[in-house]
């Protein structure tokens, strides 16, 4: 039995658009509701993660979600301002730096700079410990990673960075490789779709991942919005809804409340685009066994017209199990 959060870092990465955001905080959400202190990072957040915790904006200070639960946003501008302001020690010459147009010119033209020092960030977050009792500050932290295009590349950068950098920049680097390819502290989750894209460029991550990152853990993939086959092999009947069966069949697609004015029709379309659904649900999930040696967790699609805190704390309950049966956590104990 593992438990994936008892490591320090998980890195949720994906392909755009498949719920990594949502995934990661249900992660969090799972985590906090066990006790532990949780701090989720992003790159570039849009604003998701305040409507999913129906809270205040996530911003480049670290702030309050909900109980046990904190965020920050890694805004580069004020990673690298931090990160000058502890070797400099003087503000008012740091100031001067930024400001100037050579920085300006070298900042944007240095992407792997800028990234190497967001991820020096997340090394010092992971380092940071409570200065009366030397105990972590961050129990799990949940690095809502880049999508899988970039992702890998930012999984190389500090092995790579290192053999050019000199100085604290390449003990910055050499410190986030460490941690990235210590299979106790770190874990690597995959989220993906249903889908032929999403399923395609999993696979593709993966594979290089093994050959470019072999010592970063990959843990599980996450098999977002899966679908669950309602009625086997056997095709919805329409003249079987007035039955005990056709009648349970609604209330599972619906839930327990049938209004009187949805049709039969209505109901047959219904059970028509879940059967599809299912059916990619089914097909990719089968790929990903075949193509993927890792565990395939599920989490079903929500039928919600808006998904905030409440949809999100459903959505982890059924996280919750499903980690709990494929052997990732353990089981709550039981309360006396």
Known sequence: MSDLLQKRLLIVSGKGGVGKTVISSALGLIAASRGQKVLLIKMDDQGRTAE????????DQI??????????????????TDYFT?????????GHIIGSRLFQNWFRVSPAIKEMISLGKVWDLIEEKTWWRS?????????????TGHGLGLLRLPEQASKLLMGPLKTNALGVQAVLEDAERTG???VTLPEEMPVNETVH???????????????????????????????????????????????????????????????QHAADVGQARAS??????????????????????????AFGFKQLEQLSGHLERNLIEAGLI?????SS
């Open 205 to 267: 991550f993966h594979t290089e991942a093994r050959v470019q990152v072999p010592r970063v853990a990959q843990e599980a993939v996450i098999l977002n919005a899966a679908a669950p086959d309602r009625f086997g092999e056997t095709d919805a009947d329409p003249a079987t809804w007035s039955g005990p069966a056709g009648q349970a069949a609604m209330a599972s697609m619906v839930g327990s409340a049938l209004e009187a004015e949805v049709t039969n029709e209505a109901f």
């Open 52 to 59: 999913l915790f129906e809270s205040g904006p996530v911003s």
């Open 63 to 80: 702030s309050p979600l909900r109980d046990g639960i904190s965020a920050l946003n890694l805004d580069p501008i004020t990673v690298v």
């Open 86 to 94: 502890k070797q400099l020690k003087i503000k008012r010459l740091v």
């Open 188 to 190: 690597l989750l995959l």
């Open 280 to 305: 990619l649900t089914k097909r990719y999930r089968d790929e990903l066994k075949q193509r993927i040696r890792l565990p395939i967790v599920e989490v079903p699609y929500m039928f919600s017209a």
């Open 330 to 334: 353990p089981a709550r104990e039981a």
């Open 135 to 147: 105990t972590p500050v961050w129990d799990l932290i949940l690095f809502d990673a880049p999508a």
